[in-house]
């Protein structure tokens, strides 16, 4: 496999593009994206069995399994951030290992079921929050400390209807692959 190649399978749908102009509108089409994500993947996966759910999605990568468990935890961290982000002024936030979460137990072995079911518990609660911010709020940020970069709430949800894109398009690519059903 060619590098191209393997990048295409890291960023099937591109990297994410901070530089677009975050209208109303475009973050209106951002939180309609997080609110149909936990139904968009499930719809991908509830007839996986174990060995679906096993398999990487490229090589080197995680297994199916691993991806939706971090979608979860990634997506949990987005809520705490957010709600960061509305009470505190210009937080630091704390950054985790995804990579070493993804090793722990739970996302190596538990089934996908109570995930999905948190998913969507989760969406709920990001788009209510999300649906209800103001203009004001949505220029307000934290601070990522990995790269010691501002993030406004704007781009908070643009990233992360991104990132559920990406990981959706992750197991549909695999899919289509594997000409799985």
């Known amino acids: 496999m060619n590098e191209i190649d393997l990048e295409k399978l890291k960023y099937p749908i591109g990297k994410f ?3 677009v ?3 109303s509108d475009y973050v209106l089409g951002k939180i309609e994206e997080i609110v149909s994500f936990p139904e968009r993947l499930k719809k991908q996966v509830i007839d996986f069995d174990d060995e679906k759910l096993d398999t990487p999605y490229r090589p080197g990568g995680w297994t199916v399994r691993q991806v939706i468990h971090h979608c979860a935890e990634s997506h949990m961290n987005c ?6 982000t509305l009470t505190e002024n210009n937080p630091i936030i704390k950054p985790y290992d995804e990579k070493l979460w ?3 137990p739970d996302s190596l072995k ?10 969507e518990g989760l969406h709920f609660r990001l788009a209510y ?11 307000k940020s934290f601070i990522h400390p990995e790269n010691n ?7 908070l949800i643009g990233l992360y209807a ?8 992750h197991i549909m690519n695999l899919k289509k692959y594997k000409t799985w059903k």
Do not use: C, V
């Open 102 to 104: 993804s090793e722990l």
């Open 110 to 119: 538990m089934p996908i079921a109570p995930t999905l079911s948190l998913l």
């Open 149 to 155: 970069s501002e993030i406004k709430l704007k781009q």
């Open 21 to 23: 102009e975050f209208t």
């Open 129 to 139: 929050i999300m649906k209800n911010l103001s203009q004001t709020d949505l220029e």
């Open 17 to 19: 593009d901070s530089s």
């Open 162 to 169: 991104w990132h559920g894109n990406h990981h959706l398009a």
């Open 79 to 84: 809520y705490i951030r957010l709600k960061w």
